[in-house]
């Protein structure tokens, strides 16, 4: 078993660091569904520790504006990764994704977004090429930064 964890501003081959692009639908009054995709591609000037990667992470959400400006956003789902470096390994695994992110509106149809976020792995599976297989697990704590518009 082996544990990872990291902040996401650095450089790493950690899972869950790859940026993601996000997309919610209000499906009725502050009830909300979408998700994030991230994809990752290996450089090979970089060397091997850096895998090319894929994230999908649907998620269901609750958004309650305080006013016009200011609102509170909690967001929730799975993750489902996969990972790759040709010649090393191949790892999948499934994960939560907690979110709790403040929306100020700065115009009409346009914001910013700003809250922190917890991606944990649930079940985790690493399948070197060579030897045996082995649990992984991942964690993040980070600080979202974001844009957001509607029409």
């Known amino acids: 078993h082996r544990d990872l964890h990291s902040f996401p501003t650095r450089r790493s081959s950690d899972l869950y660091d790859i940026p993601r692009l996000a997309f919610d639908y209000m499906v009725i009054d502050k009830l909300s569904l979408g998700g994030a995709v991230g994809f990752s591609l290996a ?5 091997p520790e850096l895998p090319t990667s894929f994230i999908v992470a649907p998620r269901v959400g609750f958004l309650h504006m ?3 400006v200011a609102g509170i ?3 929730g789902g799975f993750i489902y990764d996969s990972s790759s470096i040709d010649g ?4 999948s695994s499934l994960g939560l ?3 709790c992110m403040f929306p100020i509106v700065v115009a009409p ?3 910013f977004e700003v809250g922190v976020t917890f991606d944990q792995s649930l079940t985790g599976k690493r399948n070197p ?6 649990d992984v697990s991942y964690r993040v704590i980070g ?3 974001g844009l957001f518009g509607w029409i």
């Open 43 to 47: 450089n090979a000037s970089h060397g």
């Open 66 to 68: 305080f006013g016009r």
């Open 109 to 111: 149809h346009f914001g």
């Open 97 to 99: 994704n907690l979110e």
């Open 143 to 145: 600080l979202q930064l």
């Open 129 to 134: 090429d060579v030897g045996p297989s082995y």
């Open 88 to 91: 090393a390994y191949k790892e």
């Open 73 to 75: 956003w909690p967001r």
